[in-house]
């Protein structure tokens, strides 16, 4: 059973264009993160967000956490060919272990020039 | 941001030979380290959890006696799959934290090792 369900597993669209990426458990989590790994290398961290209903924005990307704590959206507008990669959303369920991340399958995200 | 490095980046051997994968963690200690592998158009899946000075903890499924992992420093933590057989092929991430109890605790990634066993 995988726990976070990210969806759309694979995106292609042209650079300029909007997409949005869901991140969806029926568990609660106590904060959630997104990642983006490029091949053949490790994550790298975009955003915790931990409030329920909590929006961030990180230049063109904006991420949410849903009210419930348990989705999460990442937003990009006008993507560019450099946001092309995975996108991984992760959480720590409430009342699990810190330590304990829980990963989803991923996003692969491609921006045609 | 934090560093973590991890060596070598990518590593063929033959079946029935070990090997081991370091992960540091370059500008912080780390008190706890986490291993992870990672299948094609797959997630990572945490293998174990290691804090420095004790036994590492095993997820379910995982062998301790096949991947052994030694955390012996707050900078360093050692993966080593023993007799590794074609199906340990993959690619294996460390992560590194300074856990403070707090919900933004952060595992710091590494860059990831590409194990090929023919």
């Known amino acids: 059973t995988q726990l976070l369900e990210q969806s759309p597993q694979f995106l292609s669209i042209q650079e300029g264009e909007n997409l949005t990426v869901y991140c969806n458990s029926s568990?609660?989590?106590?904060?959630l993160q997104w990642y983006r790994q490029e091949p053949g290398e490790g994550p790298v961290l975009l955003v915790t967000?931990?409030?329920?209903?909590e929006v961030k924005k990180l230049k063109r990307l904006t991420f949410q956490f849903g009210d419930a704590r348990k989705d999460s959206s990442l937003h990009i507008t006008a993507a560019q060919p450099g946001d092309t990669g995975l996108y991984l959303c992760?959480?720590?369920?409430?009342?699990?272990?810190?330590?304990?991340?829980?990963f989803g399958k991923g996003t692969k995200l491609s921006v045609k020039p | 941001g934090a560093v973590v490095s991890q060596h070598p980046s990518r590593v063929i051997c033959k079946s029935g030979t070990s090997v081991k994968i370091e992960c540091r963690s370059l500008?912080?200690?780390?008190?706890?380290m986490f291993w992870y592998r990672q299948f094609p158009k797959q997630s990572l899946m945490l293998m174990a959890t290691?804090?420095?000075?004790?036994?590492?903890?095993?997820e379910q499924g995982v062998e301790k006696d096949k991947f052994l992992i030694n955390h012996a420093s707050l900078t360093l933590s050692t993966l080593t799959v023993t007799s590794a057989h074609p199906e340990d092929s993959s690619f294996y991430i460390c992560?590194?934290?300074?856990?403070?109890?707090?919900?933004?605790?952060?595992?710091?990634f590494g860059p990831g090792t590409r194990l090929t066993v023919l």
């Open positions: 992560s590194a934290s300074q856990p403070r109890g707090l919900i933004t605790d952060t595992q710091y």
């Open positions: 568990s609660v989590f106590s904060s």
């Open positions: 967000v931990v409030t329920g209903g």
């Open positions: 992760a959480g720590v369920l409430y009342g699990g272990s810190q330590g304990n991340l829980i």
């Open positions: 500008d912080f200690q780390a008190t706890t």
């Open positions: 290691s804090n420095e000075g004790s036994k590492a903890t095993y």
